[in-house]
């Protein structure tokens, strides 16, 4: 993977955004893999597509990329995205792409992590103010990707401080992550939450102490009477995909 990008495609272009939107979306395509079958390459999606910047022909899977110039490894914890009606259809269709996120400086790549899409949910999404009348898109709602909000567990590292992890693990944490995807919006909004908990927490920790989050679930999940219940069966579908182990009777610990 070469972590420079070809400057030779800017030349005659002036604006800083224009330049670097067409240096990483170029660096992407020509240097990365798919996360989640391992395809050597994902392909630009067609032009204009709605939330998607790449696709891959082997099994189809979709990602969009979102870029900055930044020498840091931690990423900011809010991003600007496009139209917010848009990226809430895409997320309440269950039809929504993974996404790349990108800091590069000196022209090249130093840090790239993949969120799968099954993180994405509608209170990641802030949308913006309107444009004002006075703007040439007035009316015109973009939002924010609230990055901050996404557990650590699905910043899934591809590249740190300029050094390219291996392959093969890349993929096989994509695919643990992964596969958390549940076919309700519903049932990813508790896979959220609670797995957001479970990082508040020590790395062994117990069923008493995520009793602690019953209230704030419930004013998350207010149509649910029975928390505590959705908390263990949520723990248990995190045992069942190996993100945290059963140590003893009330007692659990993170595998990462």
């Given at each position: 993977m070469d972590l420079k990008f070809n400057t030779a495609l800017i030349r005659g272009y002036k604006s800083p955004a224009q330049q670097a939107r067409i240096l990483t979306e170029?660096?992407?395509?020509?240097?990365?893999?798919?996360?989640?079958?391992?395809?050597?390459?994902?392909?630009?999606?067609?032009?204009?597509?709605?939330?998607k910047d790449y696709v891959c022909r082997n099994c189809r899977a979709q990602y969009e990329l979102k870029s900055k110039k930044s020498t840091t490894s931690r990423f900011k914890s809010s991003v600007v995205d496009g139209v917010?009606?848009?990226?809430?259809?895409?997320?309440?269709?269950?039809?929504?792409?993974?996404?790349?996120?990108?800091?590069?400086?000196?022209?090249?790549?130093?840090?790239?992590?993949?969120?799968?899409?099954?993180?994405?949910?509608?209170?990641?999404?802030?949308?913006?103010?309107?444009?004002?009348?006075?703007?040439?898109?007035?009316?015109?709602?973009?939002?924010?990707?609230?990055?901050g909000k996404v557990p650590d567990a699905a910043k899934i590292p591809i590249i740190r401080n300029g050094e390219v992890l291996d392959k093969g693990e890349v993929c096989q944490k994509y695919n643990q992550v992964y596969s958390l995807q549940t076919r309700s919006l519903e049932s990813r909004g508790w896979l959220f939450d609670v797995l957001q908990c479970t990082e508040q927490l020590s790395s062994t920790f117990t069923l008493e102490q995520m009793y602690s989050f019953v209230e704030q679930l419930k004013a998350r999940h207010p149509r649910n009477n029975n928390i505590e219940a959705k908390i263990r069966q949520q723990l248990q579908f995190l045992r069942d995909k190996g993100l945290i182990e059963f140590i003893s009777p009330g007692v659990y610990r993170k595998t990462n």
């Open positions: 170029d660096w992407l395509a020509r240097n990365m893999y798919c996360p989640v079958c391992g395809a050597e390459s994902i392909q630009p999606a067609a032009p204009n597509a709605p939330v917010y009606r848009t990226m809430i259809q895409r997320i309440t269709s269950l039809d929504n792409p993974s996404f790349f996120f990108l800091h590069y400086d000196r022209y090249q790549v130093n840090n790239l992590i993949i969120v799968p899409k099954c993180f994405f949910i509608p209170d990641i999404i802030q949308k913006r103010p309107q444009l004002k009348d006075t703007a040439a898109r007035a009316g015109w709602e973009g939002c924010n990707i609230l990055l």
